[in-house]
T-cell receptor, first 113, second 112 residues
Framework: DAKTTQPNSMESNEEEPVHLPCNHS???????IHWYRQLPSQGPEYVIH???SNVNNRMASLAIAEDRKSSTLILHRATLRDAAVYYC??????????????FGQGTRLTINP | DAGVTQSPTHLIKTRGQQVTLRCSPI?????VSWYQQVLGQGPQFIFQ???????GRGNFPDRFSARQFPNYSSELNVNALLLGDSALYLC???????????FGSGTRLTVV
């Protein structure tokens, strides 16, 4: 399965932008890039996803490199509630049509007040 | 709207026992997937069901099985429990294949 590589941890300050990088050099043409975040004792929360073009939603922006081998999740103005483990994930689709999310180790984001 | 609900929230079982975990997807969501998350690691894919049919299976032994009912709810069964099965079991549903997934809060299974 294609894999993602993320920094183990990152730190940022409240009200500042945060750029979370992700490498996925073995991505296939049909693999979607998903980002989820997870708080302790909770299930992952969907943040954003995309295939080739940059994407924006109310939570974040996703910038995808032209060769699709890397992407960056952008939180425009971090708050203390954004502190979580952020997972960069590839959504793989099999020939049979099965879809699965392949999680990596994630980046633990700390936000300083 | 209610999110993805899972039951029970916590469970303690003895080695060799069997366990059934339940998941109710968001209303209208026809795809349900199961994931296992061991402490300190990212979730790992176990199964995907869509329209009551198994669409995919992860690298888990045959002790793991699942099914989806006509109302799209789902059960995950694990037989002959091992200590290594202790984990957070997560259920995720999606409206259509290809959209974002909504996860439940999970069932914390402890095998002693």
């Amino acid at each position: 399965d294609a894999k993602t590589t993320q920094p183990n941890s990152m730190e940022s300050n409240e009200e500042e932008p945060v750029h979370l990088p992700c490498n996925h050099s073995t991505i296939s043409g049909t693999d979607y890039i998903h980002w989820y975040r997870q708080l302790p004792s909770q299930g992952p929360e969907y943040v954003i996803h995309g295939l080739t073009s940059n994407v924006n939603n109310r939570m974040a922006s996703l910038a995808i490199a032209e060769d699709r081998k890397s992407s960056t999740l952008i939180l425009h103005r971090a708050t203390l509630r954004d502190a979580a483990v952020y997972y960069c994930i590839l959504r793989l689709t099999s020939i049979q049509g099965a879809q699965k999310l392949v999680f990596g180790q994630g980046t633990r984001l700390t936000i300083n007040p | 709207d209610a999110g993805v609900t899972q039951s029970p929230t916590h469970l303690i079982k003895t080695r060799g026992q069997q366990v059934t975990l339940r998941c109710s997807p968001i209303s209208g969501h026809k795809s349900v997937s199961w994931y296992q998350q061991v402490l300190g690691q990212g979730p790992q894919f176990i199964f995907q069901y869509y329209e009551k049919e198994e669409r995919g299976r992860g690298n888990f032994p045959d002790r793991f099985s699942a099914r989806q009912f006509p109302n799209y709810s789902s059960e995950l069964n694990v037989n002959a429990l091992l200590l290594g099965d202790s984990a957070l079991y997560l259920c995720a549903s999606s409206l259509v294949t290809g959209s974002g997934y909504t996860f439940g809060s999970g069932t914390r299974l402890t095998v002693v």
